[in-house]
């Protein structure tokens, strides 16, 4: 037989749940609350936040960092021929090897 719970929390006992020699009026079914998916969810999207927060963070810093390095690589590129002296006259050059001829 099946006996649905909205019977059971309607306060409908069906006799089969009675033991055998009790009164059927001092019988009480005891009814666990429904499971709540509040705090599972909740902690699932906290923690999708805090890693999407640590992508963007890591993210953040490492573009920072490239464009720090781009920065200096500019003005190094800038600064050489006036270190090197010359005020910009000095170039610097690479010396490619002549092909030999037949």
Known sequence: MIRPD????????????????SDPRSVVIV?????????PV???????????????I??????SLIEVAATTAVAVKAAI?????GGGLVTLAVK??????K
Not at 33 to 39: D, E, F, Q, V
Not at 58 to 63: C, I, K, N, Y
Not at 96 to 101: D, G, I, L, N, V
Request: aromatic share 4%; hydrophobic share 45%.
């Open 6 to 21: 909205d019977q059971l929390r309607a306060g409908h006992i069906p006799a089969d749940l009675i033991p055998p020699g």
């Open 31 to 39: 009814h666990t609350t429904p499971r709540s998916w509040a705090g």
């Open 81 to 85: 021929p006036t270190l090197i002296g």
């Open 42 to 56: 909740v902690v699932i999207l906290a923690a999708t936040v805090g890693i999407c927060g640590v992508v963007y």
């Open 58 to 63: 890591t993210t953040v810093a490492v573009l």
């Open 96 to 101: 490619a090897p002549k092909s030999p001829r």
